[in-house]
């Protein structure tokens, strides 16, 4: 089994910072491409970004120059730093990974959610 956890949502005003994290955990193998997406009230998920296992990155056109990806291999473990957050990024964010496992099964894996709210 394996699971993602995320954490670090929140409250924020305008123009603040927040920091998202998510561990996985479980029968690992090996993690490939991990990545951030959202999906605000009555829209559709969108990736934010994306971060591969060897360190490139992809990020959505409304979020270059803001956020930020990384990852710790050691840790299992994907990070998204948002600043200059704007209100239309309110949401609830998701981390995804495609995990391979310890019996060989490549899966693509989703934590709960972590809710970011943005006021004006």
């Known amino acids: 089994q394996v699971q993602l956890v995320e954490s670090g949502g929140g409250l924020v005003q305008a123009g603040g910072s927040l920091r998202l994290s998510c561990a996985a955990s479980?029968?690992?193998?090996?993690?490939?491409?991990m990545g951030w997406y959202r999906q605000a009230p009555g829209k559709q998920r969108e990736l934010v970004a994306f971060i591969t296992s060897s360190g490139s990155t992809n990020y959505a056109d409304s979020v270059k120059g803001r956020f930020t990806i990384s990852r710790d291999n050691a840790k299992n473990t994907v990070y998204l730093q948002m600043n200059s957050l704007k209100p239309e990024d309110t949401a609830v964010y998701h981390c995804?990974?495609?995990?391979?496992?310890?019996?060989?099964?490549?899966?693509?894996?989703w934590g709960q959610g972590t809710q970011v709210t943005v006021s004006s």
């Open positions: 479980g029968s690992i193998f090996s993690i490939n491409a």
């Open positions: 995804n990974a495609r995990i391979t496992s310890t019996n060989y099964y490549v899966a693509d894996y």
